[in-house]
C-alpha cells in the first residue's frame, strides 16, 4: 500500500498480505487514535486504518486539513495536557501513540515534558478509558551508548548514559509503557467469578465481569524514509546541493534503516497481534528496520541520485567531527542559538558508528517482513521527486 492511494502501484504478494492484515484488525478494533497524526510516520498509520474501514481519531497540535478531508477526525490539543487526551481518547478501542519531540539539540524540558510526561498521560487516558490496547513507536536511539551497534537485538539493555536529552526521554517512555503491560485498576464488579466451580474444578468468569488489563508493545523503527519524508532526505539532499555533506568515520560501517511503508505495517501487525488472548509481543519492545544493512556513503548516495546529485566522497574523522561538534555546542549555547548546529557530538559520534539489528523478533512475534526494499523504495522516491 502506498501512502496516496490515488497514486498506487501494483501491489506485491507481500503488500497483498498487508491488506489481509488490515482486514483482519478491521474485524477486532473499530476506532483507533493515533497521536502525531499529522507525522511523516503517523499519517502514513492513519491512511492504512482509514482504507481498511476503521474510524480513525487523530491527534496534534497543528491543523491538518488534508487528514481531514480523507475522513480521520483530527483534534488539536497537546501531550502534556492530560484531560485533553482523555475526551480526545473516549469511543476508541486501540491506541497508537506515535507522537514525539525528535532532535539532537534543545534544553530538557522540551523533550521530557512531550516524551516522558506526554506518554503518561496517555497511558494514564488508556487506564481511565479502559482502553486495553497500546502500541507505542519507541526508537533505537534508547540503547545508542556510543558505539557500534553491530546486529545487536532486544537483548541490548538501555545505554548507560544518554548522549542526548531525546534518547533518554525515549527510554524512559518506552519504559514506562512497558511495565504498564498487564497493569489493571479496575477490579471485578462480582467477586464470586473468581471462584472456582465446584462441579468442573475450572475458573467461571464472564466476559462483562473479567478485570481491565493493558497490553502494550513498543517498535523501534529506525531511521524512517520515503517519499514525503519530512526529516531525513530533504536534509541530505539540501546539504548535497550546497556541498556541505560529508562523511564521518571509517569507510565499513553500516546502517539498517526502514522504508515509510514497512515501518507503517509492522503498527498495523503489533496492533493485530496485541488483539489477541495471548499477545506474543504484550510488554515487549522490538527493533525494526528493512534487513539490509547498507555503508552510509551507499544510503546516502541513493538519496542523492533520486535528484540527480552527485555522490558524497568528501570524509572526515570521527575525532575531527567530534571536534568540531563541541565547538559548535559551546558556541550555540554562548550565543544562545535555538537551531540544531550543523554537527554535535551526538552526531559525530552517531554518523561514525555503525547501525543495525537483529530483527528475528519481530519476525518471530509479528509476522513482519519488510514489503519495500531499499531499490524499490529509491524508486518510490525517485518518482515522487
Not at 478509558?129 to 502500541?135: A, Y
Not at 546486529?151 to 533518554?168: K, R, V
Not at 539490509?292 to 570524509?315: F, H, Q, S, W, Y
Request: with cysteine.
Amino acid at each position: 500500500m502506498t501512502n496516496n492511494p490515488s497514486k498506487r502501484l501494483t501491489l506485491t504478494p507481500l503488500e497483498v498480505q498487508e491488506q489481509n492484515a488490515l482486514t483482519q484488525l478491521a474485524l477486532k478494533v473499530s476506532h483507533a487514535f493515533v497521536t502525531g497524526a499529522g507525522g511523516f510516520l503517523g499519517k502514513a498509520i492513519c491512511l492504512r486504518l482509514l482504507a481498511a474501514g476503521i474510524k480513525v481519531t487523530g491527534f496534534a497540535r497543528g491543523d491538518y486539513p488534508e487528514l481531514a478531508s480523507l475522513g480521520v477526525v483530527m483534534v488539536q490539543g497537546d501531550l502534556v495536557n492530560k484531560e485533553q487526551v482523555q475526551q480526545a481518547m473516549q469511543g476508541c478501542d486501540i491506541v497508537f501513540h506515535v507522537a514525539s519531540k525528535a532532535g539532537v539539540w534543545g534544553d530538557r524540558d522540551s523533550y521530557f515534558c512531550p516524551n516522558v510526561k506526554g506518554t503518561a498521560n496517555v497511558i494514564a487516558a488508556c487506564k481511565a478509558l479502559k482502553i486495553n490496547k497500546l502500541v507505542y513507536t519507541s526508537t533505537p536511539s534508547v540503547t545508542f551508548a556510543g558505539q557500534d551497534e553491530s546486529g545487536i537485538d532486544e537483548s541490548t539493555p538501555h545505554a548507560a548514559q544518554f548522549l542526548n536529552y531525546y534518547a533518554h526521554s525515549k527510554a524512559i517512555a518506552e519504559k514506562m509503557v512497558l511495565d504498564a503491560n498487564q497493569a489493571g485498576d479496575v477490579p471485578l464488579e462480582n467477586t464470586d467469578a473468581t471462584q472456582l466451580s465446584p462441579q468442573f474444578a475450572i475458573p467461571v468468569t464472564s466476559p462483562l465481569t473479567a478485570p481491565y488489563v493493558l497490553k502494550t508493545v513498543a517498535l523501534r523503527p529506525h531511521l524512517i524514509w520515503g517519499p514525503n519524508d519530512p526529516h531525513l532526505v530533504p536534509r541530505v539532499l539540501a546539504r548535497g546541493r550546497l556541498g556541505k555533506l560529508k562523511l564521518v568515520g571509517r569507510e565499513d560501517k553500516l546502517v539498517d534503516t526502514i522504508y515509510i511503508d514497512n515501518a507503517a505495517y509492522a503498527h498495523v501487525l503489533a496492533a493485530l497481534e496485541l488483539c489477541e488472548p495471548q499477545p506474543k509481543c504484550q510488554g515487549k519492545a522490538y527493533f525494526l528496520s528493512n534487513d539490509e544493512p547498507v555503508t552510509m556513503a551507499k544510503m546516502l548516495n541513493l538519496i542523492l541520485a533520486c535528484d540527480g546529485l552527485p555522490p558524497v566522497t568528501k570524509r572526515v574523522s570521527r575525532t575531527v567531527a567530534y571536534i568540531a561538534g563541541a565547538v559548535l555546542e559551546g558556541m550555540y549555547l554562548l550565543l544562545k542559538k535555538q537551531q540544531e548546529p550543523l554537527m554535535t557530538r551526538f552526531v559525530a559520534r552517531q554518523l561514525s558508528c555503525s547501525h543495525y539489528f537483529d530483527i528475528s523478533a519481530a519476525k518471530r512475534d509479528l509476522g513482519y517482513r519488510p514489503l519495500i526494499s531499499i531499490d524499490e523504495g529509491m524508486k518510490r522516491l525517485k518518482a515522487s521527486r
